[in-house]
């Protein structure tokens, strides 16, 4: 069982109506199965970057990239979990064997450690014209100063 709500929605419309792109702060509840014993359950709060496109005449998602801000046992604060990692979670960078195979590799994330400053990451969208004006809500970049 995962359930995240998504109550912070920015969304940008392109000037010419065929592209958008979205990010939220999501909470939520998460149940990891784990190969040996119950599953385990987690808090976990996590920012999405979405980008959508149009197709006869009905809003797609395109691309999505979750960065997870933290994710912790329940029971657990996540300063805790973010200096030990439960022995069940995988090293970070790679996926959930118990949750199964990606269909591409982990990206960019870097979720809440005491020992660094938080990136600003996905910056809420600019107003842009087309497509080719822009760079996807998915992508890696730096928040300008």
């Not at 069982?1 to 065929?18: F, L, N, R, S």
């Amino acid at each position: 069982m995962i359930k995240h709500t998504p109550p912070t929605a920015v969304i940008e419309i392109a000037e010419d109506g065929h592209t958008a792109k979205g990010v939220w702060v999501s909470p939520g509840h998460e149940t990891f199965p784990v190969a040996k014993g119950p599953p385990k359950a987690h808090w976990s709060w996590g920012r999405y970057a979405v980008d959508f496109r149009k197709e006869d005449g009905k809003w797609k998602i395109w691309h999505l990239h979750v960065r997870t801000t933290f994710r912790t046992p329940f029971g657990q604060d996540w300063v805790s979990t973010a200096t030990k990692r439960p022995d069940y979670l995988p090293e970070q960078g790679q996926p959930q064997d118990s949750i199964g195979v990606a269909d591409r590799g982990v990206s960019f994330n870097e979720p809440y450690h005491p020992n660094r400053a938080p990136k600003y990451q996905p910056i809420p969208p600019d107003a842009y014209k087309t497509w080719a004006d822009t760079f996807s809500a998915t992508e890696f970049y730096e928040h300008p100063a």
